[in-house]
């Protein structure tokens, strides 16, 4: 069964650190582009960032860049997401997903683009 499974949200304070994990298991991650998404209640899914195949290229939304890192070990079959300074308004439930096709351009922001997704994990940044 191919699955991907998200760990490491949680509850941190505003100016504080985590480090998300997306992990594969019955399929090897190195064939597939990966993204993070996230969703908030009442919100669309955004898009924060994507990593290539090889971790050659990477992307990264405006709310995000300069605060998130992507990085993928394809040895581990895992891709993270570590998110620094982070704000009230980046709390959200967290989502990885990935993508077979070798295409880098506007369209991977789109979740229609993934075929696999994780369950989610919660991140509130809170007080």
């Known amino acids: 069964q191919l699955q991907l499974v998200e760990s490491g949200g949680g509850l941190v304070q505003p100016g504080g650190s985590l480090r998300l994990s997306c992990t594969a298991s019955?399929?090897?991650?190195?064939?597939?582009?990966i993204g993070w998404f996230r969703q908030a209640p009442g919100k669309e899914r955004e898009a924060l960032s994507c990593?290539?195949?090889?971790?050659?290229?990477?992307y990264y939304a405006d709310s995000v860049k300069g605060r998130f890192a992507i990085s993928r070990d394809n040895s581990k079959n895992t891709v993270y997401l570590q998110m620094n300074s982070l704000k009230p308004e980046d709390a959200a439930i967290y989502y990885c997903?990935?993508?077979?096709?070798?295409?880098?351009?506007?369209?991977?922001?789109?979740?229609?683009?993934?075929?696999?997704w994780g369950q989610g994990t919660q991140v509130t940044v809170s007080v």
């Open positions: 990593i290539s195949r090889t971790s050659a290229d990477t």
């Open positions: 997903a990935a993508r077979l096709s070798a295409y880098w351009g506007p369209l991977m922001v789109h979740h229609n683009q993934y075929a696999y």
């Open positions: 019955g399929f090897s991650l190195e064939s597939y582009a």
